[in-house]
């Protein structure tokens, strides 16, 4: 019986405890690619409605990247590769927005076969 409370403490630590998303996944063409020279950040903006963003989104619709991570890169490049292909990919908020003010951070991206 202890062992059943174990990983029911465990189970709901993982949906409680785990990383929160903000925004709703939006799958969509990359609408718009935006760099802020010597800010090292970026915006892109899909061409869908993006719901569930978090109050810190004053500029809805819009997601921020950080240039400087190597993560960040790598979204860069494959958000860059999608545009110029016209393929869409499923972008989601991280929920924060820390990277610029009234963004919200870019939490995942991912190519999407339509």
Same mark, same amino acid.
């Given at each position: 019986m =202890?062992?059943v409370?174990?990983?029911?403490?465990?189970?709901?630590?993982?949906?409680?405890?785990g990383y929160s998303?903000?925004?709703?996944p939006?799958?969509?063409?990359v609408e =718009?690619i935006?760099?802020q020279?010597?800010?090292?950040?970026?915006?892109v903006?899909?061409?869908?409605?993006?719901t569930?963003?978090?109050?810190?989104a004053t500029?809805?619709k819009?997601f921020a990247?950080?240039?400087?991570?190597e993560?960040? =890169?790598a979204?860069f490049?494959?958000?860059l590769a999608?545009r110029k292909s016209?393929?869409p990919?499923?972008?989601?908020g991280?929920?924060?927005?820390t990277? =610029?003010s009234?963004y919200e951070?870019l939490?995942?991206?991912s190519?999407?076969?339509?």
């Amino acid at each position: 019986m =202890k062992n059943v409370a174990v990983i029911v403490a465990i189970v709901g630590c993982l949906s409680i405890c785990g990383y929160s998303y903000a925004s709703n996944p939006v799958v969509s063409n990359v609408e =718009k690619i935006y760099i802020q020279i010597g800010e090292n950040w970026a915006y892109v903006r899909p061409a869908a409605a993006v719901t569930g963003q978090p109050t810190c989104a004053t500029n809805p619709k819009l997601f921020a990247i950080n240039l400087t991570t190597e993560s960040g =890169k790598a979204a860069f490049s494959l958000i860059l590769a999608a545009r110029k292909s016209a393929t869409p990919v499923q972008f989601r908020g991280s929920g924060a927005c820390t990277i =610029k003010s009234g963004y919200e951070d870019l939490g995942w991206v991912s190519e999407e076969d339509m």
